[in-house]
Nanobody, 126 residues
C-alpha cells in the first residue's frame, strides 16, 4: 500500500522560511515524478512544483519561482519543498503527490498523479 506523509508545515511570519518533507513508502520511489500542490480555503487546488525521477529537471509555478525549491533524495524516499520569502498568500494546505513515470507531465492540473498525501498546513502571518 502506498503512503505519502507530509511534514514540516506550521505557522510562520511573512518573509520567513519552512521546509516541507514528504516521505513515501509502498512504491519504487525512483520510478515516480513527485509534485507539490496546495489548496487555500475557498480556492481550487493549484500546482506548486514538480521534479523528475532523478532530480535533473524541475518545474515551479510562476507564483513561487525564485522562492520555492523542490528536491528529492531517492535513498530516503523523500521529496522536499524549501519555501523562502513566504507571503500570506502562500497560506494553504500543501500536498505531495506521486506520478508514475520519469518525465514531467505537460499538464500540471494534478490529474495524472495517482497517489496523494494527506497534506500539511502552512500558515503565513502578515
Amino acid at each position: 500500500q502506498v503512503h505519502l506523509v507530509e511534514s514540516g508545515g506550521g505557522l510562520v511570519q511573512a518573509g520567513g522560511s519552512l521546509r516541507l518533507s514528504c516521505a513515501a513508502s509502498g512504491l519504487t520511489f525512483s520510478n515516480y515524478v513527485m509534485g507539490w500542490f496546495r489548496q487555500a480555503p475557498g480556492k481550487e487546488r493549484e500546482f506548486v512544483a514538480a521534479i523528475t525521477w532523478n532530480g535533473d529537471n524541475t518545474h515551479a509555478a510562476d507564483s513561487v519561482k525564485g522562492r520555492f525549491t523542490i528536491s528529492r533524495d531517492n535513498a530516503k524516499n523523500t521529496v522536499y519543498l524549501q519555501m523562502n520569502s513566504l507571503k500570506p498568500e502562500d497560506t494553504a494546505v500543501y500536498y505531495c503527490a506521486a506520478r508514475l513515470g520519469y518525465y514531467l507531465p505537460t499538464n500540471n492540473n494534478g490529474q495524472s498523479y495517482g497517489y496523494w498525501g494527506q497534506g500539511t498546513q502552512v500558515t503565513v502571518s502578515s
